[in-house]
């Protein structure tokens, strides 16, 4: 999506303008992730990702990071810095109702914004208790109807805890609250339009996404410094996550010309590695599956041994699930598989004949034109290991295939949603021509 729709879907969904910006520089925030679990690896940093994705169309640059536990004394140290660096600092955490909760009277002493109960926040938290007064919310409750005197507070459509924004002399600090299904709906609904309408909208130049699978950042990066000439001001950065690659480049400008130069560079990489690209406008693997499928008016089945039922739930989740999926099978062994489907049980997989039959069995059973089949995870006395494969459809035939697994853990389980993703991918690309 480009920074010019995202802005209007925006204005359009919150009915709130943006600001004419004076000049095209970029708003540069920092980033202050809080929360002691974090730092002792319960959980990971998801917030980085999701702000910086979301924030960026708006033309605001994360110039940095950072992560703190709970307690006051460190927030305000991060926070020192923070402020010589950016304009806008975005915190996340501590804002609910637990004594370690520490952002908002942290944030409020460093600023020396003083913070004043709200009358809004009190009814709608009267009517989230169905209390008939203020007296009857517990103190830790009402704690959370604070906001800054000079500011304001983004509503919390998921929780208790209001997003806060102080307005200081020289700095914009927001505070949101650090469970994602409450951070995030807050962040698109409230948050942009504010900073929106607080510092414009900029551009931070041309860039596109080109989204592999099947082929590692190093090799990648081999074939762009050994086979093709790109100009040195072309930015290149890559993002690895089990087994697949976005790689994005960008220019500093954002006319017409500098985006042809993008197209350009990504054609010469496409004529090396252009097997391995599923997408340059943002959709999924499985977005990429279901959208050639729904362009043969077909449906897709599913039935999954060695994957455990990861291929179904990466494709439930797609938008276009409910018209072009059909749904799956998950079993713990082939075996078991072949009986909730009542079929004979074979003896030998030597061959991944079994595979193929359950295939083809599912189209038949459901009507759908095509099927993906992940069969059970074979181990060998050398200690290596490899699943049968088997992918096509009705009229185009089944391809059967042995994969080696590769790694253990997440890194196999993504393998085998990756692997028989994207041999469906090209079965289905060489089907259209």
């Known amino acids: ?52 994705r979301t924030l960026g169309p708006l033309g605001c640059r994360c110039i940095g ?49 003083p913070l004043v109960e709200n009358a809004e926040l009190v009814q709608a ?6 209390v008939q007064s203020k007296d009857g919310l517990r103190k830790n409750l009402l704690r959370q109807t604070l906001v800054p005197q000079s500011g304001t507070y983004l509503a919390n459509s998921n929780g208790t805890a209001a997003g806060l924004v102080f307005e200081c002399s020289e700095q914009v600090i927001v505070a949101l609250p650090g469970p994602p299904r409450e951070l995030q709906p807050m962040v698109k609904d409230h948050l942009v339009p504010y900073l929106g309408t607080r510092f414009g909208i900029h551009s931070l130049g041309s860039l596109l996404t080109m989204r592999f699978v099947g082929i590692g950042e190093s090799q990648i990066d081999q074939v762009i410094h050994e086979r093709l000439n790109w100009p040195k001001e072309l930015v290149i950065c890559s993002l690895f996550e089990f087994g697949r690659v976005d790689l994005t480049i960008s220019l500093s400008g954002d006319t017409p010309a500098d985006h042809a130069r993008l197209k350009e560079f ?7 590695i252009g097997e391995y690209m599923y997408s340059d406008d943002g959709s999924s693997l499985e977005t990429c599956v279901l959208s050639r499928i729904a362009k043969r008016k077909s449906t897709l089945v599913t ?89 096509g459809g009705v009229k185009e035939g089944f391809d059967v295939e042995c994969l080696s697994l590769r790694g253990h853990g997440e890194i196999a389980q993504a393998f085998l949603v990756n692997q028989p993703l994207d041999l469906l991918r090209r079965k289905l690309k060489e089907a259209t021509h």
């Open 65 to 113: 990071t950072y992560c703190v536990g709970d307690l006051g004394p460190d927030l305000t140290g991060v926070l020192e810095h923070a402020v010589k660096r950016a304009k806008l600092i975005i915190v996340t955490g501590g804002l609910g109702p637990t004594d370690d909760d520490i952002t908002r009277e942290t944030l409020s002493k460093f600023t020396g914004i």
């Open 125 to 130: 938290m009267m009517r989230r208790f169905d």
């Open 303 to 391: 039935a999954e041994v060695g994957s455990g039922g990861g291929i179904a739930a990466a494709l439930n989740g797609e938008e276009k699930a409910p018209k072009v999926y059909a749904g799956g099978y998950v079993a713990p062994s082939d075996s078991a598989l072949l009986g909730m489907l009542d079929l004979p049980s074979e003896a030998s997989n030597s061959d991944g004949s079994h595979v193929r039959v359950v295939a083809e069995h599912l189209c038949k059973r459901t009507g759908s034109g095509w099927s993906l089949v992940v069969g059970e995870i074979m181990e060998r006395e050398d200690g290596s290991r490899s699943v049968w494969v088997v992918y």
């Open 1 to 52: 999506m480009s920074r010019l729709m995202s802005a209007f879907l925006v204005v359009a969904v919150t009915g709130v303008g943006f600001c004419d910006s004076p000049d095209d520089v970029a708003t540069d925030y920092v980033l202050v992730i809080t929360g002691g679990e974090l730092l002792r690896g319960v959980y990971a940093d998801g917030h980085t990702l999701f702000l910086t």
């Open 266 to 272: 990504e054609a010469g990489l496409l004529g090396q």
